[in-house]
C-alpha cells in the first residue's frame, strides 16, 4: 500500500520539483496538491494522507500556523528557504525539515522516515490485534477461551451473565457491571441495564430495536443516543 501524500507550496516551480520528485520514489502516491493551507483543506479531508510536505511563508496562513491550528496524523515534513524556523518546527513535531534547493537524496531520506513510521505502525497494530483478540471464561467447571468475533452479546441474569455466540451460550459467574468494565469498549457497549453487544454484529436499528444475530434487543431510552452514535460512528452514507 502506497503513502498517500500532499504537497502545500505557494510556489509552482517548487510543487513541480516536489511532484516529480515523489513520482521517482514506488511507494509515494500524491493525491493533490494546493497553493496555501486552505486550499489544501477538502485535500486533507477526503483523502487518507499520510505525509504533508509543508512550505512556511504562505498567503493568507503561513505553515507553522496551520500545524498549531491542524490535527492532523499525517507526517508533516517542511520545505521551506528558510532555516531559521527548524527549532519552532521541530517542537510541532514534524518528521523533517528540509531547507531548498531540496536535494534528491536528502527527500529521500526524509520519506524513508515516513515509511519506517508507517510500518512499525503496522506492526505494532498487527501485534495488539493477535494477542488481544480473546478473553477466557469459567464455564461449567472448565475454563474456555472466548473470541471477541465470536461473542454477540451478554445478558444479566441476576448475579450471573449468560454469553451469546453464533454456536452456543454460556452461564458465567460475574456481574454485567464487572463484564462491561473488562471488554474492550471500542467493540462492546451496554444498550441497557442487562444487555452488553458487540457493536460489529449489530444488523440494523429500528427505533429502540437492535437485531443482533437472530434476536431483537431494545436499548434504554436514556442510552439511545449515545449507543447508536457509537454503532453508526462516520460509517453512515449521507447524503
Do not use: W
Not at 444475530?213 to 453508526?232: D, M
Amino acid at each position: 500500500m502506497k503513502l498517500k501524500c500532499v504537497i502545500i507550496d505557494d510556489e509552482p516551480i517548487a510543487r513541480k520539483i516536489l511532484q516529480e520528485y515523489v513520482e521517482e520514489i514506488d511507494y509515494l502516491e500524491l493525491v493533490g496538491q494546493a497553493e496555501n493551507p486552505l486550499k489544501a483543506m477538502a485535500l486533507l479531508n477526503d483523502n487518507e494522507v499520510e505525509i504533508i510536505f509543508l512550505d512556511i511563508n504562505m498567503p493568507k496562513i503561513n505553515g507553522i500556523d496551520f500545524l498549531k491550528s491542524s490535527k492532523t496524523n499525517a507526517c508533516v515534513v517542511m520545505t521551506t528557504a528558510y532555516a531559521e524556523h527548524a527549532v519552532e518546527a521541530y517542537g510541532l513535531d514534524v518528521l523533517d525539515y528540509l531547507v531548498k534547493p531540496i536535494a534528491f537524496d536528502r527527500f529521500l531520506k526524509a520519506c524513508n522516515k515516513a515509511k519506517e513510521i508507517r510500518e512499525l505502525k503496522n506492526i505494532t497494530h498487527a501485534q495488539q490485534t493477535k494477542v488481544n483478540d480473546h478473553f477466557f471464561i469459567k464455564c461449567d467447571n472448565q475454563i474456555e477461551k472466548v473470541f471477541y468475533n465470536d461473542l454477540l452479546y451478554a445478558e444479566a441474569m441476576l448475579n450471573y451473565v449468560m454469553l451469546y455466540t453464533n454456536s452456543k451460550k454460556m452461564m458465567v459467574y460475574v456481574t454485567i457491571k464487572s463484564l462491561e468494565e473488562q471488554l474492550p469498549s471500542d467493540i462492546f457497549i451496554k444498550v441497557h441495564k442487562s444487555f452488553i453487544v458487540n457493536i460489529n454484529k449489530v444488523k440494523s436499528i429500528e427505533g429502540n430495536i437492535l437485531d443482533i444475530g437472530n434476536e431483537k434487543i431494545t436499548i434504554s431510552q436514556s442510552l439511545r443516543e449515545k449507543v447508536i452514535a457509537e454503532i453508526v460512528k462516520d460509517k453512515i452514507i449521507k447524503r
